[in-house]
């Protein structure tokens, strides 16, 4: 297995199975300090900084806390605009990087280009971490995802996983790569115009990934051992930011998961993960049904980076 120390983060097509299960470990021994709200010091040394060029409130902040909870430092910025990134000068990826590597001990970097991150890991020698990159991938979240999974269901293997929304998604891009290293199927739902593009298809055919198309959730949901959802109804993740209109479009019930659709047709066992913010695809009272565990998600997603962070920054190996 490849060392972590001084590694980026920026995408899962290369994590091999032995690397998920070793960050899933560092996060289970460092997991006590978060449940139990205590800080350690094992990073009192080290910095973190994070530049997020889109806005973010579970990414950025759980990386903080993460960074806080061992003890270290955060600075960082939320707006580009408020940078030199984001007025007059559209200062460049090379040129901001190259400077924040001097600020900093790990870099995470949210940014509406895709392939951003990799540019910006370019020209720091210090660990960058892809906290999403246009429709590219989002990994830190499925790492999080993944690691909610094998807490609730023990294993990573052997599971259906029913995706639906849009799948031009970053998460849905790194969650694919990442099946490939289990034994799972995953069942992929979402609107014709939102489909799998024919090149990544390509590149999870390639990597053996075994999944099957679905036009409809209502028909496959009792196949499913986790149902992961995203919005089809939602922000151009390629804008640095989009406002929300006066009209919004409602989800079409093909890419909705409901309370009675979960009593009359989904397993019992089967867990539902969404990464949020949510729009009408997932309504507010499938929070209170056996199937939720989006809030478990919010907590992992500290315990997750916080080992993440401990083995980029060599304290943990
Ligand atoms: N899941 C996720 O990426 O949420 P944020 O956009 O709030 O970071």
């Given at each position: 297995m490849r060392s972590f120390?001084?590694?980026?983060?920026?995408?899962?097509?290369?994590?091999?199975?032995?690397?998920?299960?070793?960050?899933?470990?560092?996060?289970?021994?460092?997991r006590p300090f978060a449940r139990d709200r205590r800080n350690t010091d094992l990073l009192k040394h080290k910095t973190l900084l994070t530049a997020f060029y889109q806005p973010s409130t579970r990414t950025r902040l759980s990386h903080e806390a993460a960074m806080h909870r061992l003890g270290?430092?955060?600075?960082g910025f939320?707006?580009?605009?408020?940078?030199?990134?984001?007025?007059?000068?559209?200062?460049?990826?090379k040129d901001t990087f190259?400077?924040?590597?001097?600020?900093?001990?790990?870099?995470a970097i949210r940014h509406f280009q895709q392939g951003a991150p990799h540019e910006a890991a370019k020209w720091a020698s210090v660990p960058v971490i892809n906290?999403?990159?246009?429709?590219?991938?989002?990994?830190?979240?499925v790492l999080t995802d993944l690691y909610t999974i094998l807490h609730e269901k023990g294993t990573l293997d052997g599971?259906?996983?029913?995706?639906?929304?849009?799948?031009?998604?970053?998460?849905?891009?790194?969650?694919l790569y990442a099946l490939s290293q289990f034994d799972a199927k995953a069942i992929v739902v979402g609107p014709p115009d939102m489909s799998l593009l024919p090149e990544f298809k390509a590149e999870i055919d390639a990597l053996n990934v075994d999944y099957e198309e679905a036009g409809d959730v209502r028909d496959?949901?009792?196949?499913?051992?986790?149902?992961?959802?995203?919005?089809?109804?939602?922000?151009?993740?390629?804008?640095?930011r989009e406002e929300r209109g006066s009209q919004v479009g409602l989800t079409p019930p093909e890419y909705c998961v409901t309370r009675e659709l979960l009593r009359d047709k989904a397993r019992r066992s089967s867990i539902i993960l969404h990464s949020l913010p949510r729009m009408d695809e997932l309504l507010p009272d499938v929070d209170g049904t056996r199937h939720q565990r989006y809030w478990a998600e919010a907590f992992n997603g500290?315990?997750?980076k916080m080992g993440m962070l401990a083995l980029v920054l060599g304290a943990a190996e």
């Open positions: 120390i001084g590694r980026d983060i920026l995408s899962l097509r290369d994590f091999s199975r032995d690397e998920f299960f070793r960050m899933f470990q560092v996060a289970d021994d460092l270290g430092h955060v600075l939320s707006d580009s605009k408020m940078t030199r990134a984001g007025d007059f000068y559209q200062e460049s990826i190259h400077m924040l590597e001097y600020y900093a001990d790990v870099i906290c999403g990159d246009g429709w590219g991938e989002h990994p830190t979240q599971l259906t996983y029913l995706l639906v929304g849009d799948m031009r998604m970053r998460t849905m891009h790194s969650i496959v949901i009792d196949q499913a051992d986790i149902i992961y959802m995203e919005p089809v109804v939602q922000a151009d993740y390629t804008a640095s500290v315990a997750l």
